[in-house]
């Protein structure tokens, strides 16, 4: 049975939340598909010692500050699932969890949205899948013949997985950066760092205010014309989180180039100099998770479909949510998600109100 609604937003984490917010202000008439089965959206799968940039009071969706964590200047990613079922709830967002989304397609004047848990047809869509879903991993040589544990950045949970193992961290993002020292303040796990570049910590005082802050200035200046500013990306790549000053500052933290190829037994440097390894942890990033929106035709360079705004430039009832600064300056983020949702949703009653 298909079911017609006005607006079907995809994805039930903090983008589609924040779209869902602003679309029932507008009296817009939708319905949210996520496929978790439970609130929280990507932050429910995050490390068990996961904490925000920010402390709560800039960590908000719109409409609702998340409360302070008692005993935690910035919140552990099992308070932020607190908050977003709780934002739910609380503003009674119809989500369905566990609605999987496999394909959007045109039908006539209305877009198809084919789930598992049935089919809509729609005025418009907000895509808000996110990334997490679509972790990935470099084509380095010999990935296929080493013999120990290979796991992604979505896999890692705790130190204690990996006792008495000696591991490689590959990545010099801040995802990297957490997990390397998460290993190393452990103190039983040898721990090896390889990036790209040499780890380009943000001075200690900065913290997710700051970025979001810088990120939204940058926006703005290339909206009049200006020149680029650089944005976060001049400042470093990595926030200084407490874990991470301390395993720096303790010198724990082995930190070597990319190697350029693994072994049965390792990895393996081009100057044949090699280390042992029983796991690699792959902390190399994510792409957007689009696969749904692919009957439409849409993906430009780089897999992004091109947008002026949020809007899909090729196909205006597709708006797209959260999955970066060109979907809107830090949106994907808790605090930056609300300005970019918001205009998405007027567009969106502007559109059902003349369709």
Known sequence: MTQSVDVVVVGGGQAGLAAGYHLRRLGVDFTVLGADPAPGGAWQHMWDSLHLFSPADHSSLPGRLMPTQPGET????????????????????????????????????????????????????VSATGTWSRPFVPA?????????????????????????????????????????????????????????????????????????????????ALDEGRSDTGGVASLGDIVAVPPVRAARDAGLLDVKPMFPELTTTGVRWA???????????????????????????LRGPRGHIPTAGTRAVAEPRLHLLGYGDWTGPASATLIGVGRPARDAAREIAALCAHN
Do not use: M
């Not at 950045?153 to 204690?160: E, K, Q």
């Not at 902390?283 to 689009?290: I, K, S």
């Open 74 to 125: 910035y919140p552990d990613a099992g308070h932020v699932v607190d908050y977003l079922a709780d934002y739910e709830k609380r503003y009674g967002l119809p989500v369905q969890h566990g609605a999987r989304v496999g394909a959007v397609r045109r039908d006539g004047d209305r877009l198809l949205v084919e789930a598992d848990s049935g089919t809509w047809r729609a005025r418009a869509v």
């Open 140 to 220: 380095v040589p010999g990935r296929g013949l080493f013999a120990g544990r290979q796991l992604h950045t979505v896999n890692y949970r705790r130190p204690a997985d990996f006792a008495g193992q000696r591991v490689v961290v590959v990545g010099g993002g801040n995802s990297g950066a957490q997990i390397a020292a998460d290993l190393a303040l452990a103190g039983d796990v040898p721990v090896t760092w390889a990036t790209r570049r040499p780890p380009r910590f943000l001075p200690d005082d900065i913290d997710g205010r700051i970025l979001f802050d810088v990120a939204t200035a940058r926006r703005r």
């Open 271 to 297: 100057d044949g100099t090699r280390a042992e390894a029983d796991a690699v942890i792959w902390c190399t990033g994510f792409r957007p998770a689009l696969a749904h929106l692919a009957p439409l035709g």
